[in-house]
């Protein structure tokens, strides 16, 4: 069966350091990847998206990395501030028939402790 | 900062109820989405839109129904409101492209009692 995965537990890590989040994906090849931030109560909000061609992407604190053959990607903040505390979602994006479809997983909860 | 709006933002009713939830965007884009999403779990896409006229069920089967009669707006309607269809419900759109970057509303949250 298709499965997204992302840490379900939340992660914790100290403010300065580096927050890594990881998703997997099995029975899935997909064209794109996307990560969005979502905060409690509100839609996710749109951050990074990185083709199958590609193997890494920045973005000012931001670096996404697309792993096809391991079926992995790997989404890390830099220099974490408390403001970075959120989830964040992994979405795999296929394109079906001329149309796009994307499927999200379930988000990684980081919190970010001053 | 994304031109989509969702009204109510919350939405307390009983069973039984008809609802409409609104949804609106200014950015012209031709796609729109409606997800259903529960706490902790992933948004799952319930129904979406190419464009005027167009509507297509989801991955999830919803017993919601939506329209499209102008390109900027996307309302959803349950019929009959029942406790199993306390959720959130997010409402998004992106452009016909090579890739979609989507753009969601702060979504409603709606409780059957």
């Known amino acids: 069966s298709q499965k997204i995965e992302q840490n379900s537990e939340a992660l914790n890590i100290q403010e300065g350091k580096t927050a890594t989040l990881t998703c997997n994906y099995t029975n899935y090849s997909p064209a794109y990847l996307q990560w969005y931030r979502q905060d409690p109560g509100r839609g996710p909000v749109f951050l990074l998206l990185i083709r199958e061609n590609e193997k890494e992407k920045r973005k000012e604190r931001l670096k996404v990395t697309f792993d096809t053959t391991l079926k992995q990607s790997l989404f890390h903040i830099t220099a974490s501030q408390p403001a970075d505390s959120a989830t964040y979602l992994c979405?795999?994006?296929?394109?079906?028939?001329?149309?796009?479809?994307?499927?999200f997983g379930t988000g990684t909860k980081l919190q970010v402790i001053p | 900062e994304a031109d989509i709006y969702q009204t109510p933002r919350y939405l307390v009713i009983g069973t039984g109820k008809k609802i409409t939830l609104e949804c609106s965007q200014t950015?012209?884009?031709?796609?729109m989405y409606w997800y259903q999403q529960d706490p902790g779990m992933e948004l799952h896409l319930i129904h979406y839109s190419y464009g005027v006229n167009s509507t297509e069920k989801g991955d999830l089967s919803s017993e919601s129904t939506v329209s499209r009669i102008r390109t900027e707006h996307f309302p959803l309607t349950l019929e009959s409101a029942r406790p199993s269809h306390t959720s959130q419900y997010l409402c998004a759109s992106s452009e016909l492209a090579v890739t979609e970057k989507l753009f969601f509303g702060s979504g409603t949250q709606l409780s059957v009692l």
């Open positions: 979405a795999l994006g296929f394109r079906s028939g001329g149309y796009q479809k994307v499927t």
């Open positions: 950015m012209g884009h031709d796609k």
